[in-house]
């Protein structure tokens, strides 16, 4: 990760300023956020972090897909709207963002995994998302190396992909810097004290004013929202990543491609590939240590579509681990607690918040700029929706 510039430092916290919004977090949520609200004009931008530097925390340890394929309208939307803006800023950045347009493939060999998911390829294309139902036939021609017995359906996005994480966190952070958003680094949060204009932020570093205060505190969500009283159901869930060996007789460009009956996803990395697999009984933990049981859990689903990795020996020296702030329903916190306006939350993102960051930095600008949000509905991510029954559940969580 890339070092801070001189001038963002603790001592740009003057004790007693005044800001019209303070971002708590800066891993690529908070970013996104700092960034579209500079974009739209918002003055007195500040993000805090009590790390040294930008995006040390999950946003470091993530995987890098972003995709489309989601089953509800609004993680959908969000990632419609992500993806276009992080290729733009590819662009932009000269290639910073490291996007590679390789697509995901969705696998299936059950008829409830066929059902679930033709219903999200109608919900997609009804979107204008261009993913396309693959016949076994098809599936080798994109895959050769897949094993389709048994294959019931498949389902193809080209416009998904792979971003660099790291890469994402330079070019949103240098871009924010660019239209002068502020940083305060090495700055813990301590309390967040409402009064009828705000908020007074108590850090490490000094007290300052702000007239919004924004949640984007990954993992450490809940914690930060407790400080002013809100009760915000995320929880961090540890999750693991393994690499091969390098090996060879492969494409070197090949899909994000996911055996939704198992949870197993693969893609290339280096020479070798890359493992993930998340494990929905795993409970709430903070450890981002590699866990080893984790290959023993890929030990046993590999062979159902990627049996040429069984005999692939892991690379012990490229296996990481790192937390999935997740909420009940797999879907982010996105709002203020009614009584609260001041305090947005913009959290709980699972295993997508890279590639939900520029939308959710959006639409908590409309909420700063507007009191509404109109680019997207934020309805199924307001805050008091865990005491409801009824609500929108994410179901491609990988
Ligand atoms: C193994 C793994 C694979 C993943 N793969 C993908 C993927 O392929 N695609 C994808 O989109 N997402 C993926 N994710 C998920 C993604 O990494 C997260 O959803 C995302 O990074 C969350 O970003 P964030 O900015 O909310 O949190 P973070 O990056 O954790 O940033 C939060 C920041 O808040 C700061 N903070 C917290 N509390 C305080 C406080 N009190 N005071 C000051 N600072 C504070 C922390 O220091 C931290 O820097 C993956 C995650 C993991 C672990």
New binding site residues.
């Given amino acids: 990760m890339s070092r801070r510039p001189a001038s963002d430092s603790a001592s740009t916290a003057a004790h007693g300023s005044r800001a019209r919004v303070v971002v ?8 996104a956020v700092a960034l579209q609200l500079r974009r739209a004009g918002v003055d007195r931008v500040v993000v ?4 040294a530097s ?13 995709r489309a394929q989601f089953t509800t309208r609004v993680n959908i939307t969000f990632s419609q709207f992500t993806i276009e803006r992080l290729r733009e800023l590819d662009e932009q950045t000269g290639g910073q963002v490291g996007f590679r347009g390789v697509g995901y493939l969705f696998l299936t060999g059950t008829d409830s995994g066929e059902i679930a998911l033709r219903r999200a390829w109608e919900l997609q294309r009804s979107l204008g998302v261009d993913v396309q139902w693959l016949s076994a036939a098809e599936v080798i021609e994109l895959a050769p190396f897949v094993n389709v017995d048994g294959l019931a359906a498949a389902a193809f996005s080209a416009g998904d992909g792979i971003i660099d ?1 790291h890469g994402v966190v330079s070019a949103l952070w240098q871009e924010a810097r660019r239209l002068d958003a502020g940083f305060i680094f090495d ?4 309390d967040l004290a409402g009064d009828g204009d705000g908020a007074t932020v108590r ?1 490490t570093a000094g007290d300052m004013h702000a007239d919004f205060v924004v949640n ?6 809940r ?2 929202a407790a400080k002013a009283g809100v009760d915000l159901p995320v929880t961090s869930r540890r ?3 393994a690499c091969t060996e390098p090996v060879s007789g492969f494409p070197a460009a090949i899909p994000m491609c996911v055996d939704a009956d198992t949870g197993v996803l693969i893609r290339r990395e280096g020479a070798g590939f890359l493992i ?1 697999f998340s494990d929905p009984g795993d409970p709430p933990s903070t450890d981002t240590a590699f866990d080893p049981a984790f290959l023993d859990a890929i030990a046993a689903r590999i062979g159902n579509r990627f049996p040429f990795l069984e005999d692939v020996p892991i690379s012990l020296r490229k296996c ?6 997740e909420t009940p329903d797999h879907h982010a916190i996105v709002g203020a607690p009614p009584d609260m306006p001041w305090f947005i939350q ?2 709980g ?9 520029i939308a959710a930095g959006q639409a908590v600008t409309e909420l700063v700029t507007a009191g509404r949000c109109t680019t997207f509905d934020l309805h199924p991510l307001r805050v008091n929706r865990f005491n409801e029954s009824g609500g929108a559940l994410e179901t491609a969580v990988l």
Avoid: K, Q
């Fill in positions: 708590v977090g800066a891993g690529a949520v908070g970013l805090i972090d009590r790390n930008a995006g040390m925390g999950s946003t470091s340890r993530a995987n890098g897909g972003v994480p700055a813990e949060v301590l850090t984007a505190a990954g993992p450490s969500a914690n930060l999750r693991n990543l993930g990481w681990a790192g937390l999935y702030p913009c959290a993102f699972g295993g997508h918040g890279i590639m939900h960051s």
